[in-house]
């Protein structure tokens, strides 16, 4: 059975660092790309950073830039998100996604593009 599951969110301050990590199961990871997605409340989901397939390829999103870092280790079937320099604009839920056929790219920035997804980690900034 396939499964994304997210983990390494929490309560940080403002300046701090979090390290978040998506486990895959059920599939080969090397075959697909991973995205990062992020909800805030009361906005939409958007992308924040997504990790090619054996090319290792990354996207980020503008507000992300140079503060967050995203790596994949295909042999753990992990993809982690380094993040930081963090900001109260940084508090959402965090997801990462993919597709099932292997078929999407880094540049597909919309989340219906992706129909598997984990079920989130909370990363909150405040002092």
């Known amino acids: 059975q396939v499964h994304l599951v997210e983990s390494g969110g929490g309560l940080v301050q403002p300046g701090g660092s979090l390290r978040l990590s998506c486990a895959a199961s059920?599939?080969?990871?090397?075959?697909?790309?991973i995205s990062w997605f992020r909800q805030a409340p009361g906005k939409e989901r958007e992308g924040v950073s997504c990790?090619?397939?054996?090319?290792?390829?990354?996207y980020y999103a503008d507000s992300v830039k140079g503060r967050f870092s995203i790596s994949r280790d295909n042999v753990k079937s992990v993809v982690y998100l380094q993040m930081n320099s963090l900001e109260p604009e940084d508090t959402a839920v965090y997801y990462c996604?993919?597709?099932?056929?292997?078929?999407?790219?880094?540049?597909?920035?919309?989340?219906?593009?992706?129909?598997?997804w984990g079920r989130g980690t909370l990363v909150t900034v405040s002092s």
């Open positions: 059920g599939f080969a990871l090397h075959a697909h790309v």
């Open positions: 990790i090619g397939m054996d090319d290792g390829r990354t």
């Open positions: 996604a993919t597709d099932q056929w292997g078929l999407r790219s880094c540049s597909d920035h919309d989340p219906n593009a992706f129909d598997m």
